[in-house]
């Protein structure tokens, strides 16, 4: 049986497409994921390549790992290689507090010399087999760090992009023996960089940030949800989250429940978690009427089986609640969330309420900047990392008395088409910037681009 049109490899895909590149070029594009495990980052990449796809460039995914949910980049026909790893900090740091960017560095391998020169070398044989005239980095620093001969473009949540000067970032003030230890990591961090530079042949950095520092990098956020706050100097681009799956909310809610006028409240979380099944049993028990839609990717039928109720349904697999066809403001009134940029960018542009319950630093700090964006925190509740599920429905009953979020008018305003289109022009920009450069320095003589030409945002 011939193969379906979305299974075909990426090659596939490319001969006919037409060209509708800004200038007239097709280029190889690598769309690099080393961190995170959540839908996000595909939620932003997939769109991403299949735009660059749609105009005839090559694009390839190196991806943290092949144990995950790929299906999403099968399905669209997109060749992916995992990403060059370390194993033995993950596992010895597994446990360790993270502080600031440097434990995150750490735990990726850039706090030993000799592990670090070995994954940049991993990367540069990568690098030299795809021959890419760009990288995009989504939380991937190692990639970033180790591409040195073509353009970078970092792209993410302000939390993926963090402070490079004077120091790496931190999450929450530290006290005096943790700033000491901070400090002695990141000594260790640039002795490690500063070897993998001399081994690869390239300048060594000065500070930690300045590693990064010859990237391009554009928050797919806006300011006030910047996770380390509004940063002079930053580009914003809005949020890009719009995973293409073969189910939109819409198609995720029962048949009896379109145009019902029930109550109903959406739930994106994590598998299940261990306060789910005694929260919901009170909150059925008191709300007899409202409607709960469970997407829990990755549950088992059975599990999926033991929650169902008359008024609870569960899906087990991505839904995109991003597209025109997910009207999630119209049939939801509320949304349970682990705090995840792009559900809750979508809550708080739809002006629904919002019960955050974080597992995380990243959505943690997240909570925190949607509190101080809202000065009235009406219809906002976030809890701390330890939940108990009587505290949650006491926060939820706070929430459904209370009358709905009023966002800034700002995050009324969100467009991952558009925001996929930015990244798109940036991209071409540092292509044909890096193109300019290369002809003059052999002595090439052309008309140089017009900075008006590639806007930076």
Not at 386 to 408: C, S
Request: include cysteine; glycine fraction near 6%; hydrophobic fraction near 40%.
């Amino acid at each position: 049986m011939p193969a379906r049109q979305s299974e075909l490899p990426n090659h596939a895909h490319r001969d006919d497409s037409p060209d509708r590149s800004r200038n007239g070029q097709r280029m190889k594009i690598l769309l690099a994921w080393e961190l995170g495990s959540n839908w996000g980052h595909l939620a932003t990449l997939l769109p991403l390549a299949t735009r660059l796809r749609a105009d005839g460039h090559r694009v390839l995914f190196a991806v943290r790992g092949l144990d995950g949910d790929l299906s999403p980049l099968r399905r669209c026909g997109f060749d992916y290689v995992p990403t060059p790893i370390a194993i033995a900090p993950l596992q010895t740091l597994h446990a360790a507090p993270v502080h600031g960017f440097a434990d995150v560095l750490a735990r990726c391998g850039f706090s030993n010399a000799q592990t670090l020169v070995q994954l940049i070398q991993a990367w540069g044989g990568l690098l030299h087999l795809f021959q890419p005239d760009a990288v995009v980095c989504k939380y991937a620093p190692l990639a970033e760090f180790a591409t040195r001969n073509c353009p970078v473009l970092a792209i993410g949540t302000g939390f993926e992009l963090p402070a490079l000067q004077p120091s790496l970032s931190y999450f929450h003030e530290i006290k005096d023996q943790q700033a000491a230890a901070a400090h002695r990591q990141e000594e260790q961090i640039l002795h490690a960089m500063q070897a993998a530079a001399h081994a690869g042949g390239f300048e060594k950095p000065g500070t930690p940030g300045q590693a990064f520092s010859h990237s391009s990098r554009l928050c797919l956020s806006w300011p006030a949800l910047d996770h380390f706050g509004d940063r002079a100097g930053m580009d914003y681009a809005g949020p890009a989250e719009s995973l293409p799956c073969e189910l939109s909310l819409d198609d995720a809610i029962p048949p009896h429940l379109h145009g019902s006028e029930l109550p109903a409240t959406l739930a994106y979380l994590r598998k299940e978690p261990a306060w789910w099944k005694e929260f919901t049993k009170e909150a059925v028990h008191k709300y007899p009427r409202r409607q709960w839609l469970l997407i829990a990717p990755n549950l088992t039928l059975r599990q999926c089986g033991e929650l169902c109720s008359p008024t609870i349904t569960v899906v087990n697999t991505s839904v995109d609640w991003a597209s025109p066809k997910s009207h999630i403001g119209k049939r939801f009134d509320s949304i349970i969330c682990h705090g995840g940029h792009g559900i809750v960018s979508q809550g708080l542009a739809k002006g629904l309420r919002l019960l955050i319950t974080p597992q995380h630093m990243e959505q943690l700090l997240l909570a925190r900047r949607i509190m101080a964006a809202l000065p009235d925190r009406r219809g906002i509740a976030t809890m701390n990392t330890q939940i108990h599920p009587g505290t949650l429905m006491q926060e939820l009953e706070r929430l459904l008395k209370e009358p709905a979020p009023q966002a800034p008018a700002i995050f009324q305003k969100i467009n991952p088409q558009q925001s996929i289109e930015t990244i798109v022009s940036r991209i071409e920009t540092i292509v044909e910037k890096a193109r300019v450069s290369i002809d003059e320095n052999c002595g090439i003589e052309h008309q140089a681009p017009n900075e008006d030409q590639f806007p930076s945002s």
